[in-house]
C-alpha cells in the first residue's frame, strides 16, 4: 500500500486528531448534527481514499459544502439533504465517466478564491448565533440571524468560543505539530464542566455507525432536489480536484488522476448518505497537515479515516458533553483560515479586473449561492479575457513613405475589435491601400463581415485595396462568406507582401526600389 507505512500511520494518526473537532463542528453546522459530520468523515473518508486518483489528499465535510447542505436541510429537511448527497454522488460518477477532470481545472483561479471568501464568510456568520450561546438558530437569512442573536449573547459562550478561536489561530502558527482545535475543545469541555456552567451542549452522539439505509429515499422528491444535487457534485468535484492539485504541489510524489479521484468522490458521496452521513470531499487544511507529516500513500487517509472512527465512537459520551460554542470556535477559525490574504493582495496589486472577479464572486456567494456566483464570476472574467484580447489587436500603418499606404493588421479581428481596428484605413487618401493580414490570429463571421464592408468602401471611393498574406486556417470561413472572390477575381489577393507591394508599383508605374522588393516572411 504504501513505501514507508510507518510514517503513513503516524500522519494518518494526526490527521484523525485534528478532523475529530472540524467533523464535529461541520455536521451541527449543515443541521444534519455531529453524527453526521463523522458519519461523513469515516465513511466518506474511507473510499475516497481506497478509491481516488490522489495518493495524499484527505477527504471529508468541508465547510463550502456545508454552506450549500445548510438550506437544503432547512427546506427540505434531513430526509432531503441525504437525498441531495446521493444524487451528488451519482452526478461525480457520471463526470468521472466523462473524463471531465481536465475541464474542471480550467475554471479561473479568481473564481475559485471568490467563491472560498463567500464560504467563509457564511460559515462565520452561520456560527454566530451559537458562538453567543443561541441553542437554536433564529429564523431567517444567515445575516438575519446573525444580527437577531446578537440581542441576547451568553458572555461565557462568547469568551469560551473566543478563546477557542484565538488557541486554534495562534496554536496553528506557533505550534503546528500540536492538535490547537482539539485541545482548545476538551480544555473549553473540561473547564466548563468542572466550574458547572450552563451553556447548550452537543447532546447525545451515537457510539457506532448506524446500519446502512435507503429508507430517506423519496423518488417523488428527486426533480425538485435535482439543482441542489448539481450544486452539490460541482463543489464536490471542484474541491476534490484543486484540493489534489494542491496536495501534488506540495509534494513531489506521484501526480494524481482527477478522473479516477472523481469516480472515487463519486462513490464515497454515494456511501455516505446511506450511514446518515454529509456530503464530502478533498479538504485542504487536513490534506496540507497530511503532507507536512509526511505521508507518502494513500495508507495515511485510510488510517485517518478508521482512527476517527474510533476515536469518536469510543468517546462518545465524552464528546456528547462539548459546548456547542466551543465547535463553533473551531469553524469561525477554520473559516478565517480559508482566506488567503497574501494572494489575495498579491493578485489586487497585479490586476484590479481579477481582483473584481474575487470580489462580485465572494459577494454573490454570500448573497445567492455558488451557481450564480460561478455564473457572475465567469460573465465578469469571460468580459475581461474579451477586453485584454480586444485591447491586444491593431493596425499600423508602415512609416516609410510610399506613394501607396501600408497596413498591417495584428491581433484578432473579432466582433468586439472590428469596427475599431479598420477605421483608420476609410481616412486613408491614396489611391492604393495594400493590407497586410499575416499577423491577424483569429477571425469571426463580424470581422470578416466588417472587413468586405471596408474593402467595398474603399473601392467605392476609388481606392484599390490588395489583400496579402491570409493565414490559411482563416481562408475558409472568408471563403463562405464571400469576402475574397472579387479580390481573387481581379487578382488583388496575394501570399507574400513583397507581390502585393510589386502589383501596387506595377499599378502606379513606380520603380521596385527600396524595402518594398524585400519579402516579408510569411505565417502560414
Given at each position: 500500500?504504501?513505501?514507508?507505512?510507518?510514517?503513513?500511520?503516524?500522519?494518518?494518526?494526526?490527521?484523525?486528531?485534528?478532523?475529530?473537532?472540524?467533523?464535529?463542528?461541520?455536521?451541527?453546522?449543515?443541521?444534519?448534527?455531529?453524527?453526521?459530520?463523522?458519519?461523513?468523515?469515516?465513511?466518506?473518508?474511507?473510499?475516497?481514499?481506497?478509491?481516488?486518483?490522489?495518493?495524499?489528499?484527505?477527504?471529508?465535510?468541508?465547510?463550502?459544502?456545508?454552506?450549500?447542505?445548510?438550506?437544503?436541510?432547512?427546506?427540505?429537511?434531513?430526509?432531503?439533504?441525504?437525498?441531495?448527497?446521493?444524487?451528488?454522488?451519482?452526478?461525480?460518477?457520471?463526470?468521472?465517466?466523462?473524463?471531465?477532470?481536465?475541464?474542471?481545472?480550467?475554471?479561473?483561479?479568481?473564481?475559485?478564491?471568490?467563491?472560498?471568501?463567500?464560504?467563509?464568510?457564511?460559515?462565520?456568520?452561520?456560527?454566530?448565533?451559537?458562538?453567543?450561546?443561541?441553542?437554536?438558530?433564529?429564523?431567517?437569512?444567515?445575516?438575519?440571524?446573525?444580527?437577531?442573536?446578537?440581542?441576547?449573547?451568553?458572555?461565557?459562550?462568547?469568551?469560551?468560543?473566543?478563546?477557542?478561536?484565538?488557541?486554534?489561530?495562534?496554536?496553528?502558527?506557533?505550534?503546528?505539530?500540536?492538535?490547537?482545535?482539539?485541545?482548545?475543545?476538551?480544555?473549553?469541555?473540561?473547564?466548563?464542566?468542572?466550574?458547572?456552567?450552563?451553556?447548550?451542549?452537543?447532546?447525545?452522539?451515537?457510539?457506532?455507525?448506524?446500519?446502512?439505509?435507503?429508507?430517506?429515499?423519496?423518488?417523488?422528491?428527486?426533480?425538485?432536489?435535482?439543482?441542489?444535487?448539481?450544486?452539490?457534485?460541482?463543489?464536490?468535484?471542484?474541491?476534490?480536484?484543486?484540493?489534489?492539485?494542491?496536495?501534488?504541489?506540495?509534494?513531489?510524489?506521484?501526480?494524481?488522476?482527477?478522473?479516477?479521484?472523481?469516480?472515487?468522490q463519486g462513490v464515497a458521496n454515494l456511501a455516505a448518505p446511506l450511514f446518515g452521513g454529509l456530503a464530502a470531499t478533498g479538504t485542504v487544511v487536513r490534506t496540507a497537515s497530511n503532507v507536512r507529516q509526511?505521508?507518502?500513500?494513500?495508507?495515511?487517509?485510510?488510517?485517518?479515516?478508521?482512527?476517527?472512527?474510533?476515536?469518536?465512537?469510543?468517546?462518545?459520551?465524552?464528546?456528547?458533553?462539548?459546548?456547542?460554542?466551543?465547535?463553533?470556535?473551531?469553524?469561525?477559525?477554520?473559516?478565517?483560515?480559508?482566506?488567503?490574504?497574501?494572494?489575495?493582495?498579491?493578485?489586487?496589486?497585479?490586476?484590479?479586473?481579477?481582483?473584481?472577479?474575487?470580489?462580485?464572486?465572494?459577494?454573490?456567494?454570500?448573497?445567492?449561492?455558488?451557481?450564480?456566483?460561478?455564473?457572475?464570476?465567469?460573465?465578469?472574467?469571460?468580459?475581461?479575457?474579451?477586453?485584454?484580447?480586444?485591447?491586444?489587436?491593431?493596425?499600423?500603418?508602415?512609416?516609410?513613405?510610399?506613394?501607396?499606404?501600408?497596413?498591417?493588421?495584428?491581433?484578432?479581428?473579432?466582433?468586439?475589435?472590428?469596427?475599431?481596428?479598420?477605421?483608420?484605413?476609410?481616412?486613408?487618401?491614396?489611391?492604393?491601400?495594400?493590407?497586410?493580414?499575416?499577423?491577424?490570429?483569429?477571425?469571426?463571421?463580424?470581422?470578416?463581415?466588417?472587413?468586405?464592408?471596408?474593402?467595398?468602401?474603399?473601392?467605392?471611393?476609388?481606392?484599390?485595396?490588395?489583400?496579402?498574406?491570409?493565414?490559411?486556417?482563416?481562408?475558409?470561413p472568408m471563403d463562405a462568406l464571400g469576402v475574397l472572390d472579387e479580390l481573387r477575381t481581379t487578382g488583388r489577393l496575394f501570399t507574400t507582401d513583397a507581390e502585393a507591394d510589386a502589383f501596387a508599383r506595377?499599378?502606379?508605374?513606380?520603380?521596385?526600389?527600396?524595402?518594398?522588393?524585400?519579402?516579408?516572411?510569411?505565417?502560414?
Amino acid at each position: 500500500m504504501g513505501r514507508c507505512p510507518r510514517k503513513d500511520v503516524l500522519a494518518g494518526l494526526m490527521v484523525a486528531i485534528t478532523a475529530l473537532p472540524l467533523a464535529l463542528g461541520l455536521g451541527a453546522a449543515s443541521g444534519l448534527g455531529p453524527q453526521a459530520g463523522l458519519a461523513s468523515a469515516v465513511v466518506a473518508g474511507g473510499l475516497a481514499a481506497l478509491l481516488g486518483g490522489s495518493n495524499l489528499q484527505v477527504s471529508g465535510p468541508t465547510g463550502v459544502l456545508t454552506v450549500v447542505i445548510a438550506p437544503v436541510v432547512h427546506r427540505f429537511g434531513a430526509r432531503g439533504a441525504l437525498t441531495v448527497g446521493l444524487m451528488a454522488g451519482l452526478l461525480v460518477i457520471a463526470l468521472a465517466l466523462s473524463r471531465v477532470s481536465g475541464c474542471l481545472r480550467y475554471l479561473p483561479a479568481p473564481i475559485v478564491k471568490g467563491f472560498t471568501i463567500g464560504s467563509a464568510a457564511v460559515i462565520i456568520l452561520q456560527q454566530i448565533p451559537p458562538g453567543l450561546g443561541i441553542a437554536v438558530r433564529p429564523r431567517g437569512t444567515v445575516i438575519e440571524a446573525a444580527v437577531r442573536s446578537m440581542a441576547h449573547p451568553n458572555w461565557v459562550a462568547i469568551a469560551l468560543c473566543s478563546a477557542v478561536v484565538v488557541a486554534r489561530l495562534v496554536g496553528g502558527r506557533l505550534l503546528p505539530n500540536v492538535p490547537s482545535a482539539l485541545v482548545a475543545v476538551v480544555g473549553g469541555t473540561v473547564l466548563v464542566r468542572v466550574l458547572g456552567l450552563s451553556l447548550p451542549r452537543i447532546g447525545h452522539v451515537p457510539s457506532s455507525l448506524p446500519h446502512p439505509s435507503l429508507g430517506f429515499l423519496d423518488f417523488r422528491s428527486m426533480p425538485v432536489l435535482l439543482p441542489s444535487a448539481v450544486t452539490v457534485a460541482a463543489v464536490v468535484a471542484l474541491e476534490a480536484l484543486i484540493t489534489a492539485a494542491a496536495a501534488d504541489a506540495m509534494s513531489d510524489g506521484e501526480p494524481h488522476d482527477g478522473d479516477r479521484e472523481l469516480f472515487g468522490q463519486g462513490v464515497a458521496n454515494l456511501a455516505a448518505p446511506l450511514f446518515g452521513g454529509l456530503a464530502a470531499t478533498g479538504t485542504v487544511v487536513r490534506t496540507a497537515s497530511n503532507v507536512r507529516q509526511g505521508a507518502c500513500s494513500r495508507l495515511a487517509a485510510l488510517v485517518h479515516a478508521v482512527a476517527l472512527g474510533v476515536l469518536a465512537f469510543t468517546a462518545a459520551p465524552l464528546v456528547a458533553t462539548v459546548p456547542v460554542c466551543a465547535l463553533a470556535g473551531v469553524l469561525i477559525a477554520t473559516a478565517t483560515r480559508m482566506v488567503d490574504v497574501r494572494s489575495l493582495r498579491a493578485l489586487a496589486r497585479a490586476d484590479r479586473g481579477q481582483a473584481a472577479v474575487v470580489a462580485v464572486t465572494a459577494v454573490v456567494t454570500l448573497a445567492f449561492g455558488l451557481v450564480a456566483a460561478v455564473t457572475a464570476g465567469l460573465v465578469l472574467a469571460a468580459g475581461l479575457a474579451l477586453r485584454a484580447v480586444v485591447r491586444s489587436a491593431c493596425v499600423r500603418r508602415e512609416p516609410d513613405g510610399r506613394s501607396f499606404a501600408v497596413y498591417r493588421v495584428e491581433g484578432p479581428l473579432l466582433f468586439a475589435s472590428a469596427a475599431r481596428l479598420l477605421r483608420p484605413l476609410m481616412r486613408c487618401q491614396t489611391g492604393v491601400v495594400v493590407l497586410r493580414m499575416a499577423r491577424v490570429t483569429a477571425v469571426d463571421a463580424t470581422g470578416i463581415l466588417a472587413l468586405r464592408d471596408t474593402v467595398a468602401a474603399l473601392a467605392k471611393r476609388g481606392t484599390l485595396v490588395l489583400v496579402c498574406g491570409i493565414r490559411d486556417q482563416h481562408l475558409p470561413p472568408m471563403d463562405a462568406l464571400g469576402v475574397l472572390d472579387e479580390l481573387r477575381t481581379t487578382g488583388r489577393l496575394f501570399t507574400t507582401d513583397a507581390e502585393a507591394d510589386a502589383f501596387a508599383r506595377a499599378e502606379l508605374d513606380l520603380p521596385r526600389v527600396g524595402s518594398s522588393s524585400r519579402a516579408e516572411p510569411h505565417y502560414p
